[in-house]
């Protein structure tokens, strides 16, 4: 694997892994898989372009505003679709139900606005790339390393050293349990979605600024799913472990067999993961209920 790959991979990892983590965020409090992600991320991204393209924001006003906007999306998500499901401790089946009916809801909004259309960020950069002997580096793939990097080290720092990161913990173990030792499940669920929605802000406008945003950009959630499943449903660290992995896989797959044989062989590793080790890489043994 030359160094150029793994480089690409790297980068690609990156974006994967804000995914991933804001994916398996919500799995690890609430034990279900929410499918609203993914258009939350569209969402964000959307609001990203339009804003540069009729305020002519630069880059980092709008990844906050991006950020902000991907927080209160969530919040709204989790008050509208999930609050009433929580409160009466219903099956996970209904929060699956919730999470793509809600998923479906942004997509359709954000198809109503733009169409069928495709559009493009500006060029941010004045310099596109940055050569380093004979391997060359996007300058928004090294920012987009770099920043997905602090975003993931503040999130550990937050949920391994603070108090409200302890709560988080508490709640994702025993909701029930955390509730009789004082701590108030329902804003600490609104916390996690909050921080889910941020990550998914962040992640729309790295994609939106590397691809071509498009309504349904937000079938990308798949690969976060992918990773969370390789590196453990309900892990943050095997998230983040399984995106980086699947990033250089990726990478080397389409430069070895090309685009189109890609996603068969990522599936197939996948399948493969939950047929020999269900409980993914980092060994997560939390469960979806019945």
């Not at 974006?15 to 983590?21: D, G, M, N, P, Q």
């Not at 965020?25 to 009729?54: D, P, Q």
């Not at 980086?244 to 090309?258: H, R």
Request: charge should be positive.
């Amino acid at each position: 694997m030359s160094l150029q790959i793994i480089i690409n991979g790297l980068a690609t990892g990156s974006v994967y892994a804000l995914i991933a983590t804001g994916f398996s965020l919500i799995f690890n409090v609430l034990k279900f898989s929410n499918f609203s992600h993914g258009a939350t991320m569209t969402l964000c991204a959307f609001v990203g372009y339009f804003l540069v393209a009729s305020k002519g924001l630069g880059l980092i006003p709008t990844i906050l505003v991006a950020i902000v906007t991907g927080g209160c999306i969530a919040l709204i998500g989790e008050f509208v679709a999930f609050r009433r499901i929580i409160q009466r401790n219903s099956s996970s089946v209904y929060f699956f139900v919730s999470s793509i009916t809600l998923g479906t809801l942004y997509e359709g909004l954000v198809t109503v606005k733009v169409g069928a259309n495709f559009y493009s960020y500006p060029q941010f950069f004045k310099k596109a790339a940055i050569k380093f002997g004979s391997v060359v580096v996007s300058t928004s793939d090294l920012l987009m390393f770099c920043t997905s990097a602090v975003a993931l080290l503040v999130l550990a720092y937050i949920i391994k050293k603070t108090r409200i990161g302890r709560a988080l913990r508490s709640v994702s173990f025993d909701r029930d349990t955390a509730n009789l030792m004082g701590i108030d499940a329902t804003r600490i669920i609104q916390f996690a979605f909050i921080v889910s929605g941020a990550l998914a802000g962040l992640a729309g406008v790295f994609l939106g600024i590397n691809y071509t945003l498009y309504p349904t950009l937000g079938g990308l959630v798949v690969k976060g799913f992918i990773a969370s499943v390789i590196g453990g449903l309900g892990s943050l660290p095997g998230a983040i472990i399984g995106a980086v992995l699947l990033g250089l896989l990726e990478t080397l797959l389409i430069s070895t067999v090309g685009s189109g044989y890609t996603p068969v062989f990522v599936f197939l590793i996948m399948l493969v993961f939950l047929l020999l080790r269900p409980s993914g890489i980092a060994g997560s043994n939390i469960q979806e209920k019945a």
